[in-house]
């Protein structure tokens, strides 16, 4: 785990104003760009477009075409050549277009970036950020909504970071940077343009990558997710105050790292839990939380920890999309389904 | 302006200059070699006896339980030993699973070229020490590698080269065209090396490709395409030193295909029988590297009993090192398997780093 170190370029707090989640992550490496002259950014239209959703706006103009560079269109050379810059000692971000569009830098991801620090007993590291957009609720085409985290986090050697606030889109993304590990760094696109008052941390104030935090104090039963799902396990928490459940909601933040000690901490104290997320079920994440709250939690288990998770089926077309998120009233089913009647 | 003016429309760069020459690019036994100077004659020799003995050695290691596995390079040596001699020290080389030579010839340490194929470690050598990064398993895709290191040294302002080298079958990976494409590009100052020594595994050329030569392939990514005698040690030292230059000096990437052949099977687990003739070997036996030297250096009088003695004696002792200290059992501390993950463990993986030394304890115990 890994703070971020560098300065961000810029002094004084400003005031906190509304910006969206696609702002945070601009002013993220805008941030670090101007703090780092071995921040470099790799991808397939971050240059003049500022990358298909925005996120690389200005860059290129403000840091030139070799700090924010348009590549050839190509996923597996975009990550294999940022291997190389970073085994000379560069700090490559490269963004992936969508997350499906990902695939083809898997050999590249699981090959060498995961291992060379490994292989080369800690002389080579890579410091290397991978920015993927993932997951649905955009109405978007096929290979345009994949959720992808579970072939990253089975993954040794990977950090796999997803921001849920445009607060944290800033500063995981900082972290990442900084970090001295490679980062997948998903990007929840249907928070892209969520809003919040915010602004830039410091770097001091970041937290270092691999911490949980509880977005919502709860007694009852305790909902875990993260990314995209943050905001929908909210508003299930708000409603199920109608139904007399105080639920509480922990943010994981950091799939790799997993905070367990926060996630059992919290679990211990409600004695239930249901994990949300929007991938689908077998072999999820949700699979992994479930069975390490049970192995640390069990006797203080009321009822077995829930999934709720996308189905076990190709992602859908967009007009059906719907049926397969979870939304607000299949959390509410599962959280019923907690052996309430034994309590 | 008509479409006919368009950058889409008019070719980019003219190709004829592209292109490699009709057969491979020989020197040593014509009249060129006369100038070819003997110092350098004479460093090639010594190395390319002192790497077939190493193979030798490396093979024999094998069979005495001591390497899981060795890709010999017999009958390669030239190129092998070419690859790292054309290199400066700030160079780098990106070597494939099969360049042990070239490896130990930029300076690594011969035992610890071995580390991987002995399976102590997935890499036994500090890749900054010498500038050699890891041999790479997994087929061209070290190729990106090279480019990303050269683009990278490029835009630092270092006067850095790398060479990255792949074999036959390797080109026909996805990772060879994007590593070529990035890096003609770029212009970035890479040097890519294919060997072409016939097989991949048991696959023939013929069925990787349908391309004129593999050296073709370099037109369409507007770079240079070298084709070479890969048993030229003199041709093969020129052509690359040629190309490391060219892309020392901003001219960009270049593609040497080293014509060659693959003296033994794949690897020591592999029969050759199943898929090739004896026959189809004999004359690349009498086109050896090491003997295609030996006549020039012994036409212009540069080769005496001293250079010959000397030479084997080198390589004897070479070996004899070698075996001994492979002899040794490398000395492992499970605990290591979690040092290196990341950075800094995470909880998982102290939890089980734990667990792993109650069982070794345990072990000790009983
Ligand atoms: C991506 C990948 N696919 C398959 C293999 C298994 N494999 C190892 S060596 C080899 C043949 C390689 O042939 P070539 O590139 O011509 O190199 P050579 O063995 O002749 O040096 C194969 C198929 C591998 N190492 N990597």
Redesign the pocket.
Known sequence: MTTATHAPGRTGTPARKPATMAQALNQALRDSLAADPAVHILGEDVGALGGVFRITDGLTKEFGEDRCTDTPLAEAGILGTAVGMAMYGLRPVVEMQFDAFAYPAFEQLVSHVARMRNRTRGAMPLPLTIRIPYGGGIGGVEHHSDSSEAYYLHTPGLHVVTPATVEDAYGLLRAAIASDDPVVFLEPKRLYWSKSPWSPQEPAEVEPIGRAVVRRPGRTATLITYGPSLPVCLEAAEAAKEEGWDLGVVDLRSLVPFDEETVAAVVRGTGRAVVVHESSGFGGAGAEIAARITERCFHHLEAPVLRVAGFDIPYPPPMLERHHLPGVDRILDAVGRLQWEEA | MTVLDTPAWRPRTDAAPLLPDPEPYRLLGTPEAAALDPALLRALYGQLVRGRRYNAQATALTKQGRLAVY?SSTGQEACEIAAALALQPQDWLFP???DTLAVVARGVDPVEALTLLRGDWHTGYDPHTHRVAPLS?????QLPHAVGLAHAARLSGDDVVALAM?????TS?GDFHEALNFAAVWQAPVVFLV?N?G???SVPLAKQTAAPTLAHKAVGYGMPGRLVDGNDAAAMHQVLTEAVERARTGGGPTLVEAVTY?IEA?TNADDATRYRDEAEITPWRGHDPIDLLERELTSRGLLDDALRSGTAADAEEMAASLRERMHTDPQLDPMDLFAHVYAEPTPQLREQQAQLRAELEAERQS
Do not use: C, K, M, W
């Open positions: 890709p494939s699973y099969r398993t997994p087929l061209a895709t792949v074999g036959d079958g390797g990976e060997q020594n097989f991949a595994i693959r794949h």
